[in-house]
């Protein structure tokens, strides 16, 4: 049979054959709605190993999973094909306008950042050069890298695993996992963040670490060989679902089972928290900013270097939301925990020892209360691969 799945449902474990490429050009012409699903797109047998899906499947087994995501101007679906046992996962996508149907291929093999990067607002803000002191004042680490640390001492596994640090940008958490003994390999897309990385493990040689260019879905790690995958950084600037899931699917494939994955969101609701702080609502630009986050989580600042204060283009999420994506991705026991808590609010006392402690406080008190996951800024999901 052939196997055709939403998004939000999980792979099935049963056999599924390939659709016949006769019903797939059909459906290609005419794309279908039953059941919920647009379409299918037509993938040849012959697919390159490293193409299929990172699925548990018997041998021979050969899925069709397409991924449904949501409604808005122009309707996109993916499609994976696996064969076997778990491989690298990428795959195609089909964009289908609601006016007429078009069909064009997305090679993920080439990764699913660079679309959105490249030439793009986010490498134009990043290219600033400001991300390697955004997480320290005065030498000195912030809320924001003291509790993310500060989680990830419970859930990741003890030094000295292989520690993959997706999207680690200048390499500040890099640095710290690499002192505490874990063999860390840190991958940005970014040039400038991979050189600052190298500068940060340079300046200690006796606790080295890796650092290169990679996409987020396309790590050049082996399967099942990291025992935990940190992902702080990609999946927001990862705009689409599809993107976002190919991300988490890629960390499913380099981790062992039982390994960790640990990845990070911003709350959709952190726009608004920013803006009544700073006092920037009373602006027309950053209201309208504001407005459409809060409405779809698509974060755009039509000039982000104009403006860096007010971040660059971006995906925020809900706090469910976050749950169910890697969930998703074939992760067990996700849990949420809010990073900075209430006190990212008031960070011009976070240099009076008092008032960190009680900024600490607040943010383990309710760091898993679920009613209170949307005030933190940033939002920590960790799972564990089956």
């Not at 059909?26 to 190993?49: D, F, I, M, N, Y």
């Not at 003890?158 to 640095?175: K, N, Q």
């Not at 991958?187 to 606790?207: F, G, R, S, W």
Request: hydrophobic share 40%.
């Amino acid at each position: 049979m052939v196997c055709l799945l939403r998004f939000d449902q999980p792979p099935p474990p049963r056999a599924c054959r390939l659709p016949r490429e006769s019903e797939l050009r059909k459906s290609l012409s005419r794309p279908r709605k039953t059941a919920g699903l647009l379409g299918v797109a037509w993938v040849p047998e012959s697919l390159p190993q490293r193409w299929r899906l990172a699925l548990t499947a018997g041998a021979g087994v050969v899925v069709v999973w397409v991924v449904l995501l949501p409604p808005g101007d122009t309707a996109h679906w993916a499609m994976y094909l696996g064969r076997g046992d778990a491989h690298p996962v990428h795959g195609s996508a089909i964009s289908r306008s609601s006016s007429k149907t078009q069909t064009s291929f997305i090679d993920h093999s080439q990764g699913c950042e660079t679309p959105s990067m490249v030439d793009h607002p986010i490498a134009a803000h990043y290219e600033l050069g400001l991300e390697r002191d955004r997480l320290f004042r005065e030498g000195e680490p912030r809320l924001e890298l003291t509790r993310t640390l500060e989680l990830l001492d419970r859930f990741l596994p003890p030094a000295p695993a292989r520690l993959i640090d997706v999207g680690g940008g200048p390499g500040a958490y890099a640095a710290v996992w690499a002192r505490q003994g874990y063999d860390v390999h840190l991958y940005d897309l970014l040039d400038l963040h991979v050189q600052q990385a190298q500068q940060a493990a340079d300046a200690q040689p006796e606790h080295p670490f890796t650092a290169d260019v990679a996409d987020a879905c396309s790590i050049p790690e082996p399967d099942a060989s990291a025992d935990a995958v940190v992902l702080l950084g990609p999946l927001y600037h990862l705009t689409e679902q599809a993107q976002r899931s190919a991300a988490l699917l890629e960390a499913n494939r380099i981790l062992k089972p039982g390994g960790v994955v640990a990845a990070v969101g911003i709350s959709r609701f952190s726009i608004l928290f920013d803006g009544l702080w700073q006092g920037w609502l009373s602006d027309p630009l950053f209201r309208a900013i504001a407005e459409r986050d809060l409405i779809d989580g698509q974060h755009r600042n039509p000039d982000s270097v104009r403006y860096p204060q007010w971040f660059t283009t971006a995906y925020f999420h809900r706090p469910e939301e976050l749950v169910d994506e890697v969930s998703r991705a074939g992760f067990d026991a996700v849990s949420l925990y809010g990073v900075e808590g209430p006190g990212w609010l008031m960070q011009e006392h976070w240099s009076d020892p008092d008032r960190r402690e009680q900024m600490l406080f607040a943010a383990r008190a309710v760091e898993s209360e679920p009613s209170m996951s949307g005030l933190s800024a940033h939002m920590l999901a960790v799972g564990t691969k089956p």
